[in-house]
């Protein structure tokens, strides 16, 4: 039904000319889950050909920040900019069709179903609108694991039988494959080895060469520094600080996570009472 | 991926140069990894060992009484599947099964005519399962305990409309439906074939059909990619309610009356044959296939214990042995498939055996 569904990318968008707004803002965004402020008042930015870091310790608010923006869960309050027009997804659906693809922590993947289905999950091929067009999908699974080197043996194989590095092949192909011009990625190369690890660092370059704006949610300093041009540092569901990669040392941006260097924002830090 | 057992083996994984299995190796494995190929030989050699008993076995009238006891739990059970397959249960299909048929038989006596006969038991059907799949997707409750209550109370409700009398004798094209032949098969036989088609191109070719398998694979994966989870769970017990009356208001025309003591264990059967027929209780893995084989065992089973004079106390007890003999080959299968940390270890140390065989 929707393979074509995927092109807010000739939006008219070449790298580093976009003019004056970011391709992906979130403006005083907040999420609560019963008690628990996830986000408080969190500001963001990406432009074209941009990829920003996001950091922090765990329960700083990253992933609820990646799902936010990615339409799993709508935020209490503030809003959502892409290419300076508002959008409220409520569903990952309708982000991807804003032109937000997301690599999820968890990969996302169905372990009994096999790369083909998983490529295309959610957003099958048709044939007459109601049956699964299968041949189609394995074959675009197929062209699309080759031009990423997904490194998988077929795409008839279950994802339940690929190692974990495989598994990531799959879901980053199956986000690129969208090419959209705002890629998000959760943890991508957590539990990656030294290999797959640099793969998936050259996949980010080439994304920024292609004029996307990308957001990448990593515990891993220094594939941070090797790969991302500014740093986002989430503290207490807050975000205390963006630095450029240039302007700020692992030492600096360790201090900002932890607390021992204050961050920008000096507002109280007491999650509001209420609600 | 049912079949493809031995892919675990040809994964050129971190590894590499691991020798392709032989063909002969791969053939077995799909024989044993494909449960309808296990039900469906199962049910060859029981024939064959029963006809040297009794020659019954091969009497044209006998089997058209086993199509004929098929029929209800087949057309019931490739919805099951579906369900199961959404990583769902429902137990209330005994109930609705009966509710349909009393409804259906309700309306037909009243005189209302065929058509809205088999629309008040399907309306029936379809209201329950929508209540189950709401309760149990929005209210998020467990299946087994929302379908247990629908269960009860669905039937306490109809044999309390009905003061627990059957409805009928009822109208006698209402009862052709469910009595007459065609080209030497009952009609019930086309209807189910026709029902079990739908079910298979619903489950096995639709885009439905593969979101209801990733759901039951892995939910959340499946929300996160933008599968509306909860309408398509949903719809699933909608279509088991459906399936399940639509057999009911049929069993009604085949007696040519609604029995509100009908269908009680019913359930139970229609989820054997999806057992039998591969499908786990876990979800995602299951066949419509596999289901309607199930379900023609259980019924050569049952035909043939009798034929071969067996203490009828004892029929259950080979149905007993037959799903939990179904149940330890999807258990076997389940560990063959997938990569499991276990499977690797003992992978790796197998190939590291045969390693030093070589090089000796």
């Known amino acids: ?275 | 991926m049912r079949g493809t057992g031995g892919a675990l083996v040809s994964i050129p994984a971190a590894e590499g140069h691991r020798s392709a299995p032989s063909r002969r190796r791969r053939m077995t494995q799909w024989a044993f990894g494909s449960a309808e190929l296990v039900v469906a030989l199962v049910i060859i050699l029981f024939v064959l060992v029963g006809a040297t008993q009794s020659a019954q076995f091969f009497d044209g009238l006998t089997w058209i009484n086993i199509l004929r006891n098929t029929v209800f739990v087949a057309i019931a059970g490739c919805f099951t599947t579906i369900v199961l397959v959404n990583g769902g249960l429902d137990l209330s299909i005994g109930s609705v099964f009966m509710a349909g048929a009393v409804g259906g038989a309700a309306v037909a006596d009243a005189g209302y005519g065929n058509l809205l006969a088999f629309l008040a038991g399907i309306g029936i059907g379809a209201a329950v399962g929508l209540l189950n799949g709401l309760l149990i997707n929005y209210a998020q409750m467990p299946a087994i305990i929302v379908t247990l209550g629908t269960l009860f109370a669905v039937r306490a409700l109809a044999v309390t409309l009905t003061q627990g009398q059957p409805i009928g004798p009822l109208p006698n094209d209402f009862a052709a439906i469910g009595q007459s032949d065609f080209l030497g098969l009952p009609l019930l036989v086309y209807y189910a074939l026709i029902i079990v088609v739908v079910a298979y191109l619903l489950l096995h070719r639709t885009m439905f059909g593969w979101n209801v398998r990733a759901i039951g694979g892995n939910r959340v994966a499946a929300r996160s990619m933008g599968i509306r989870v909860n309408r398509v769970a949903t719809s699933v017990y909608v279509l088991s309610g459906v399936s399940a009356a639509l057999a009911g208001v049929l069993m009604a025309s085949r007696l040519g009356a609604g029995d509100p003591t009908l269908g009680n264990g019913f359930e139970l059967q229609v989820i054997a044959a999806a057992i039998i027929g591969g499908t786990s209780i876990y979800g995602a893995i299951g066949t419509v296939p596999g289901t309607v084989l199930g379900a023609l065992l259980l019924s050569v089973l049952t035909t043939g214990l009798i034929l071969l004079k067996v203490d009828p106390g004892l029929q259950n007890f080979a149905v007993g042995v037959v799903i939990i003999v179904a149940a330890g080959m999807d258990r076997a299968r389940k560990a063959r498939m997938f990569r499991t940390s276990t499977n690797v270890a003992r992978e790796r140390q197998g190939k590291k055996a045969s390693d030093k065989d070589a090089n000796r």
């Open chain 1, 1 to 275: 039904m929707n393979t074509s569904a995927v092109t807010p990318v000739e939006r008219g968008l070449t790298p580093r000319s976009t003019g004056t707004y970011p391709v992906l803002e979130l403006r005083d965004a907040s999420k609560s889950f019963g008690h628990v402020v996830a986000l408080n008042q969190v500001n963001l930015s990406v432009h074209a050909g941009e990829v920003l870091a996001v950091v922090g310790d765990n329960g700083a608010g990253k992933s609820t920040l990646v799902k936010v923006i990615s339409g799993v869960h709508r935020p209490d309050m503030g809003e959502l900019l892409v290419h300076g027009s508002r959008i409220s997804p409520g569903h990952p659906t309708e982000a991807r069709a804003q032109g937000i693809s997301t690599v999820f922590q968890d990969l996302a993947l169905v372990e009994t179903l096999d790369v083909a289905a998983n490529m295309f999950l959610g957003r099958q091929i048709s044939r007459w609108g109601v049956f699964a067009n299968r041949r189609r999908m394995i074959a675009e699974a197929e062209k699309t694991l080759r031009t990423y080197q997904g490194n998988v043996p077929s795409v008839r194989v279950a994802v339940g039988e690929l190692s974990g590095g495989q598994r990531q092949s799959v879901a980053i192909a199956r986000a690129i494959r969208e090419n959209n011009p705002i890629v998000l990625m959760d943890e991508p190369t957590a539990a990656l080895g030294v290999q797959e690890t640099a793969r998936v660092g050259s996949i980010i370059n080439s994304l920024r060469a292609e004029g996307k704006a990308v957001v990448i949610v990593s515990h891993d300093l220094g594939f941070v520094f090797e790969h991302c041009d500014r740093i986002q540092v989430m503290r207490l569901g807050r975000s205390s600080a963006t630095r450029d990669v240039r302007d700020t040392t692992r030492e600096g941006v360790i201090g900002l996570i932890t607390g021992a260097v204050p961050g920008d924002d000096t507002r109280d830090h007491r999650p509001r009472s209420g609600s």
